[in-house]
């Protein structure tokens, strides 16, 4: 059966691609992303600090704090997407409150939309370890692409 992806709501595009998350060539395969929750407006993705995750300090790179916030927060706005219609990424901004271990720490981004308009979408996203101590939080703006 093939399914028309144009078809499909944004958040029903995602579910149906949560089975196969991690056995295709993507960001959250090679990170080690695992789904949390995925609800219209909100998503929470997962992940567990490793060696190759450090920053020339040893510590998590922030680069993976900002690759968490970038997924969870876009996804969420990509949840809410009508059949057809499409995003981008136009801003991201991340404030890095405390660093985080290599060594098997468990890291939780959430992200939520605030709005989304016909033209952007704007969402706010937080990373957490497992511990519930905070990480690093941030927003963003999305260039929402409308299908003809």
């Given at each position: 059966?093939?399914?028309?992806?144009?078809?499909?709501?944004?958040?029903?595009?995602?579910?149906?691609?949560?089975?196969?998350?991690?056995?295709?060539?993507?960001?959250?395969?090679?990170?080690?992303?695992?789904?949390?929750?995925?609800?219209?407006?909100?998503?929470?993705?997962?992940?567990?600090?490793?060696?190759?995750?450090?920053?020339?300090l040893g510590a998590v790179h922030?680069?993976?704090?900002?690759?968490?916030?970038?997924?969870?927060?876009?996804?969420?706005?990509?949840?809410?997407?009508?059949?057809?219609?499409?995003?981008?990424?136009?801003?991201?901004?991340?404030?890095?409150?405390?660093?985080?271990?290599?060594?098997?720490?468990?890291?939780?981004?959430?992200?939520?939309?605030?709005?989304?308009?016909?033209?952007?979408?704007?969402?706010?996203?937080?990373?957490?370890?497992?511990?519930?101590?905070?990480?690093?939080?941030?927003?963003?703006?999305?260039?929402?692409?409308?299908?003809?």
């Amino acid at each position: 059966m093939t399914v028309d992806v144009t078809e499909m709501t944004g958040l029903e595009l995602l579910r149906a691609l949560l089975p196969h998350m991690n056995s295709a060539p993507n960001i959250g395969s090679l990170l080690g992303m695992e789904v949390v929750t995925l609800e219209e407006g909100e998503v929470s993705f997962a992940l567990t600090t490793q060696p190759a995750f450090a920053n020339p300090l040893g510590a998590v790179h922030g680069g993976i704090c900002a690759t968490l916030l970038d997924s969870v927060m876009s996804c969420a706005v990509h949840t809410t997407l009508p059949a057809g219609d499409t995003y981008t990424t136009l801003e991201l901004k991340v404030n890095y409150i405390a660093g985080a271990s290599t060594d098997g720490v468990r890291l939780i981004a959430s992200g939520r939309t605030i709005h989304v308009g016909r033209s952007t979408a704007t969402a706010e996203g937080e990373v957490r370890d497992e511990s519930g101590k905070l990480i690093a939080h941030g927003t963003t703006t999305c260039l929402v692409m409308r299908a003809p």
